[in-house]
Nanobody
Framework: QVQLVESGGGLVQAGGSLRLSCAAS????????MNWYRQAPGKQRELVAT???????NYADSVKGRFTISRDNGKNTVYLQMNSLKPEDTAVYYC??????????????WGQGTQVTVSS
């Protein structure tokens, strides 16, 4: 099991930027796929970005070109750089460790979430 702690959320104006961080405990971090999800009020949770242990990345269409996921295995940390933020990016953002299939089935490890609010 991996323990995850997110930070970096906050209030920002549309067009602005934020960087989320997720610090992970455990020695298996470097071999685990890391993900960022988000959930807006009244909406289903959605996968925002994924980075594999080899550094391959994947993004939701809604954030491509604006968000960048990265990882620092030496610091056991995964990041989500969010640029050109829009009001529709407002959500609680969650860091999650494990394959997406496992996470979507209720498994894997999840952080407590960090609120991102984008004002228009």
């Amino acid at each position: 099991q991996v323990q995850l702690v997110e930070s970096g959320g906050g209030l920002v104006q549309a067009g602005g930027s934020l960087r989320l961080s997720c610090a992970a405990s455990g020695s298996i971090f470097s071999i685990v796929t890391m993900n960022w999800y988000r959930q807006a009020p009244g909406k289903q949770r959605e996968l925002v970005a994924t980075v594999t242990s080899s550094g391959s990345t994947n993004y939701a269409d809604s954030v491509k070109g604006r968000f960048t996921i990265s990882r620092d295995n030496g610091k056991n940390t995964v990041y989500l750089q969010m640029n050109s933020l829009k009001p529709e990016d407002t959500a609680v953002y969650y860091c999650a460790a494990g394959p997406v299939l496992l996470l979507n089935g209720g498994g894997g490890s999840w952080g407590q979430g960090t609120q991102v609010t984008v004002s228009s």
